[in-house]
């Protein structure tokens, strides 16, 4: 087995600057040390300006669990909450199964057939294609940024999104470009409610994964710890847990043999273990012993489970769920009750999901939490009541997301995309977001983006420039605006009229993509 | 390792990495310094982990080959793939072939085995206690950048003061000062109907009149477009026949060299470069990384030249790597690094610092070069002669310096 993997390798030295490749094509490793560990590191208050409520009025509870929950709230699905009440709306997201989302799920298996296929099959479109997997992954960005776009499973999506942002991968690293489909076909979506423990597992016997960190060649003479390491810092209990160097090295050691079957015999791209590279010594592990001399992969297994159990690991997944759903600097005692659930229902994922969305602190934690630039897109498109995208268009709009620097599996370190304002609140940010806000209202996708202003326009019944701020706000805020900013926004459209003056509609139609790119651009809107 | 040939990358990229067999010599007399203005300083961070042994290798150290014995780097002589003799000791990567011009010309010094007292061998950790300036721990905030601009010149507001290049900025610059980050001179304006774009923009403004950060953030995008709209850098061309690679470093570089010259304030400006992180096929990812570092380094230095008496270039890496390699061709999390200080102040063409030598006892667990530089005395150093901070202990707070290495002149 690795004697095939090495063989493979020393072929590529032969080609031409292969090994460049994946040197050349990442990205610089960008900002770090804003969330990894804890305790979480509030800005500096004193030595930034101060993380302070700008709006005098919040968006109400039902608005605000919406906002947190999916990738943004499309016309009609507030007034549907409403309706359910938050328990019931809630308990419905939370069980995806029990929402009816053929339609859509219809649609990607048609449009993106390679999101089925086994990694073998994958290969051998990469090789067909001659692009080094490209149009593979190009497929899975596209059909995830679909089903943000347009499953009804909008929590379940944005739980897939923390998962593959969790286990985080680079998908121009050599084969992940085609693995990664697999990986999120068969770890982050059968189990993004599921338990931890199973979640962790699948994770460590993901081909993709082994590919990434490089536990692929990780071999009995001369562990390599790429994945040990950031399976105990990124994965599971965190760089403050307590483990030492030697750890990492113990499970490194028991990870050996864990690795990638490239045979030849249609099962390339499967995940195997090689007893001949494993080493087969006892191990100890943050002070548990493993007697060794297995003959299968029951080392590694171990060390997955000792970790999925470990309190830190409870504490660890708690503190990130509640920093990507409550506040950059989760409030300490929620993640306690979360770290509680976690550790009571064995980690079981939607449990702890339960206590923190209806938690006191959840719907105290207005304006905590900023939107980053993938999701601002999606916001922006479902407010908008985009319905029609084309594969084209899909592509466009990930090409959009280049210069906000976040691009779906793109992030190239392994601790996965910042989830703090402060990581994406940036001149570059701002500027790219503003001027993404035009393009999409002023029509620049063209037809592979259809983007309705007249529609939004007439269904808003606005005769006035002040009705059309106020219904503007409602359609894409979910809220009021503090009156300064209304005025603002009607002294736009208006230009000197009075504000509630009757203006004939071809006037609100040219004012119309000014005003909501100026929405899309607000404050307001840069919040979840 | 991969299945892939990844032909499809290839094309555009290979090319740009190496250097033509055309690219210009460098022939300028010594650079004078005018003593009145402060050093702009580009700080290029290594994201990865970046192996200084096989970068600047010590193939005079007679335990370096008996640890490499697959990806080592051949002592200098004749040949292709050989070390770039520097001192007798230590050589550059072939890769870097381009800098030795710098280097003799007596603007490029090594700090070797350089890096930081605490490791974990975590690479986000380790990240974020360099760019802290606080290795081993977080309370204090700010960057060491940040810090340092706060103490000096609060005269300077201009939104170019400090760059960060591209999407994000470093936690280094984080502080009181507003730092700019920007990806592309040329698409830093804001798009829209031409005939609505200024009144759009008001009303933008106007919408961000808050005291949030993300109004911080707002103002200072309006300021720096402003002023880059009034600089009107236009079409830049490189002097002295300086060719950048067509990299997002080296356009990166290409882009800071256009701010310099566009006399817009620059003080400081922050770069990465990922990639370093090979715990596998390290001798088929390093040569393409090292040839982006050194063409860019060596462009950037010919194109400033004019001006390279007020500019120090200084990189840094959050640790260096093992120095056995693994079975994977690749080398794991180690200790010690090394730094490359670039300009026209800086005592160039030696390698500063102690040889903690590679022999068995002299390693830092568990098998890591071991620091003999803290890189704080380095850019301390820096700081003080170059850039005018007297204060710098408040930028390394708790820091306790020994002498200085005399890696730049006053």
Redesign the interface.
């Given at each position: 087995m690795s004697s095939d993997?090495l063989s493979?390798?020393e072929l590529?030295?032969g080609?031409?600057?292969?090994?460049?490749?994946?040197?050349?094509?990442?990205?610089?490793?960008?900002?770090?040390?804003?969330e990894?560990?804890e305790p979480p590191?509030?800005?500096?208050v004193k030595?930034?300006?101060?993380?302070?409520a700008?709006f005098s009025q919040s968006t109400d509870r039902v608005a605000h669990l919406l906002h947190r929950t999916t990738f943004g709230v499309r016309p009609g699905e507030l007034e549907r909450a409403r309706q359910m009440g938050i328990e019931a709306w809630l308990d419905e997201q939370l069980h995806p199964e029990r929402i009816d989302d053929s339609a859509v799920e219809a649609q990607v298996a048609a449009l993106f057939p390679t999101l089925g296929k086994s990694a073998q099959e994958l290969?051998d479109i990469?090789?067909e294609?001659?692009?080094?997997?490209?149009s593979v992954a190009m497929e899975l960005k596209r059909a995830t940024l679909y089903r943000a776009l347009f499953s009804k499973r909008q929590l379940y999506e944005t739980m897939v999104e923390f998962w593959n942002n969790h286990f985080s991968m680079y998908h121009?690293k050599?084969?992940v470009?085609?693995l990664k489909t697999v990986d999120d076909r068969t770890v982050s979506r059968p189990l993004a409610f599921g338990r931890f423990r199973d979640l962790l597992l699948a994770s460590a016997h993901s081909p993709a994964m082994m590919?990434y960190?490089?536990n692929?060649?990780?071999?009995a003479?001369?562990?390599?710890?790429?994945y040990a390491?950031e399976l105990m810092?990124?994965h599971t209990i965190g760089?403050d847990a307590g483990y030492t160097?030697?750890d990492?090295?113990e499970v490194a050691r028991c990870l050996t043999g864990w690795t990638v079957d490239?045979n030849g015999e249609g099962t390339?791209?499967e995940w195997v273990f090689d007893a001949g590279a494993h080493d087969p010594g006892p191990k100890t592990v943050l002070g548990v012993a493993i007697a060794g001399g297995d003959p299968g992969a029951l080392d590694g297994r171990r060390v997955l489970e000792t970790l999925a159990r470990h309190p830190a690991c409870a504490r660890f997944i708690s503190n990130k769920l509640c920093r990507r759903f409550v506040a950059d600097v989760p409030p300490p005692a929620l993640v306690t009750r979360a770290a509680a659930t976690f550790s009571s229902t064995g980690g079981d994922i939607r449990a702890v999901l339960r206590t923190i969305l209806l938690a006191d602190e959840f719907f105290a934690a207005a304006e905590q939490k900023?939107r980053r630039p993938y999701e601002f897109l999606v916001a922006a498109l479902r407010a908008l009541g985009v319905t029609q995208v084309t594969p084209d268009g899909l592509d466009n709009l990930i090409y959009s997301l280049y210069?906000?620097?976040?691009v779906p599996f793109e992030w190239?370190?392994p601790?996965g995309y910042?989830d703090v304002?402060?990581?994406?609140?940036?001149?570059?940010?701002?500027?790219n977001r503003?001027?993404l806000a035009?393009?999409l209202t002023?029509g620049w996708f063209g037809d592979d983006v259809l983007v309705p202003v007249r529609g939004i326009v007439a269904r808003s019944g606005a005769k006035t420039s002040a009705q059309l701020v106020d219904a503007m706000a409602s359609l894409f805020l979910q809220r009021r605006l503090d009156e300064p900013?209304r005025a603002?926004?009607i002294?736009?459209v208006a230009q000197g009229r009075p504000a509630g003056a009757r203006v004939p509609g071809w006037y609100l139609n040219r004012q119309a993509p000014?005003l909501i790119?100026?929405i899309l651009?607000?404050?307001y809107f840069?919040w979840r | 390792?991969?299945?892939?040939?990844?032909?499809?990358?290839?094309g555009a990229?290979?090319a740009?990495?190496t250097l033509p067999g055309w690219f210009p010599r460098l022939a300028f007399a010594a650079p004078g310094r005018a003593a009145s203005q402060r050093d702009t300083l580009v700080c290029i961070?290594l994201?990865?982990g970046a192996d200084g042994v096989n970068v600047v290798v010590p193939f005079g150290d007679r335990h370096y080959h008996d640890n490499r014995p697959t990806i080592g780097i051949r002592e200098p002589g004749v040949g292709p793939d050989r070390a770039v003799d520097l001192d007798g000791f230590f050589g550059f990567h072939p890769s870097l072939g381009p800098l030795k011009e710098v280097w003799d010309d007596g603007a490029l010094a090594v700090v070797h085995a350089a890096g930081m007292p605490v490791n974990?061998?975590?690479?986000?950790?380790s990240?974020?206690?360099m760019?802290?300036g606080t290795p081993g721990e977080?309370r204090v905030?700010?960057g060491w950048l940040?810090r340092h601009l706060a103490a000096v010149d609060a005269a300077n507001t201009s939104?170019f003061r400090a760059i960060?290049f591209?999407?994000?900025?470093?936690?280094s610059l984080?502080?009181?000062i507003p730092?700019?980050?920007?990806?592309?001179i040329a698409?830093?304006h804001?798009?829209?109907?031409e005939d609505?774009i200024s009144?759009?923009q008001g009303?933008?403004a106007?919408?961000?009149s808050?005291?949030?950060?993300?109004?911080?953030?707002?103002l200072?995008?309006f300021g720096?477009?402003g002023r880059l709209t009034a600089a009107d850098p236009g079409q830049y061309e490189p002097q002295h026949g300086a060719e950048y690679p067509d990299?997002?470093?080296g356009n990166a570089l290409k882009q800071i060299g256009q701010l310099i010259k566009a006399d817009l304030g620059l003080e400081v400006a922050c770069?990465?470069?990922?990639?370093w992180?090979m715990?596998?096929?390290e001798?088929?990812?390093?040569?393409?990384?090292l040839a982006?570092l050194g063409a860019g380094l060596h462009a950037f230095y010919a194109d400033l030249h004019d001006r390279i008496g007020n500019i120090t270039v200084a990189t840094m890496t959050e640790f260096g790597r093992r120095i056995?390699?693994?079975?994977?061709?690749?080398t794991?999390?180690g200790t010690a690094s090394f730094m490359f200080l670039m300009g026209g102040g800086i005592n160039g063409r030696k390698v500063h610092g102690r040889w903690p030598t590679l022999a068995p006892e002299a390693l830092a667990?568990?098998g890591d070069l071991a620091v003999t530089t803290d890189y704080r005395t380095v850019l301390g150093e820096i700081l003080e002669r170059r850039l005018g901070n007297p204060g710098v202990e408040q930028v390394f707070p708790g820091f306790v310096r020994g002498s200085y290495l005399g890696v730049c002149r006053e």
């Open positions: 993997v493979r390798r590529l030295k080609t031409a600057g292969a090994g460049i490749a994946s040197a050349m094509f990442l990205r610089p490793w960008p900002v770090q040390g804003l990894s560990g590191r509030l800005l500096p030595e930034l300006a101060g993380i302070t700008r290969y990469a090789e294609a001659d692009d080094g997997g490209y121009f050599d084969d470009a085609v590919v960190l490089d692929e060649s990780n071999v003479d001369g562990p390599n710890e790429n390491r810092e990124l760089s160097q030697t990492v090295h490239y390339d791209g900023l210069p906000l620097g976040q190239e370190p601790n910042p304002g402060a990581a994406w609140a940036n001149t570059n940010g701002l500027l503003w001027n035009s393009a002023l900013d603002r926004l002294d736009y000014g790119a100026l651009g607000s404050p840069q | 390792m991969s299945k892939l040939t990844r032909r499809g990358f290839l990229l290979g740009a990495a961070f994201r990865g974990n061998h975590s690479h986000f950790d990240m974020d206690w760019e802290r977080r905030l700010s940040g939104p960060g591209g999407d994000l900025v470093p936690a984080r502080g009181t730092a700019t980050s920007l990806a592309s698409d830093f804001l798009q829209g109907f609505q009144r759009f009303t933008l106007a919408l961000y808050g005291t949030t950060f993300l109004d911080v953030q707002a200072q995008t720096a477009v990299t997002d470093f770069v990465d470069l990922g990639g992180d715990h596998d096929t001798s088929d990812q390093m040569p393409g990384l982006d056995e390699e693994n079975a994977s061709g690749g794991d999390h667990d568990p």
